[in-house]
């Protein structure tokens, strides 16, 4: 199983990010897939979810209205659509098969005037 995270960058307050995640190894079309972040000196959280098929979607509420998860199963990949970015969401980004204790290098996420 491979993870390669990307999009991650610096962006002021009030921008915006798309992040990508490419699954490989595995059969991405039938797990759900998630989104998790872990800012400096802070436990790893659970930020968004989508189930295999991309009928359900949820978030945690810190990021609910800003971020959208979505897939693409003909492209192994997840995405992660990131507006109205705050500093308090600064951190490295991971994707994460549900289920499955795989993870990738992450893309770190900076957002700072």
């Known amino acids: 199983v491979q993870l390669v995270e990307s999009g991650g960058g610096l962006v002021q307050p009030g921008g915006s990010l798309r992040l990508s995640c490419v699954a490989s190894?595995?059969?991405?079309?039938?797990?759900?897939m998630n989104w998790y972040r872990q800012a400096p000196g802070k436990e790893r959280e659970l930020v968004a979810a989508?189930?295999?098929?991309?009928?359900?979607?949820k978030y945690v509420d810190s990021v609910k209205g800003r971020f959208t998860i979505s897939r693409d199963n003909t492209k192994n990949t997840v995405y992660l659509q990131m507006n109205s970015l705050k500093p308090e969401d600064t951190a490295v980004y991971y994707c994460k098969p549900f289920g499955m204790d795989y993870w990738g290098k992450g893309t770190l996420v900076t957002v700072s005037s």
């Open positions: 989508i189930l295999s098929d991309g009928g359900s979607r």
């Open positions: 190894g595995y059969p991405f079309s039938s797990f759900g």
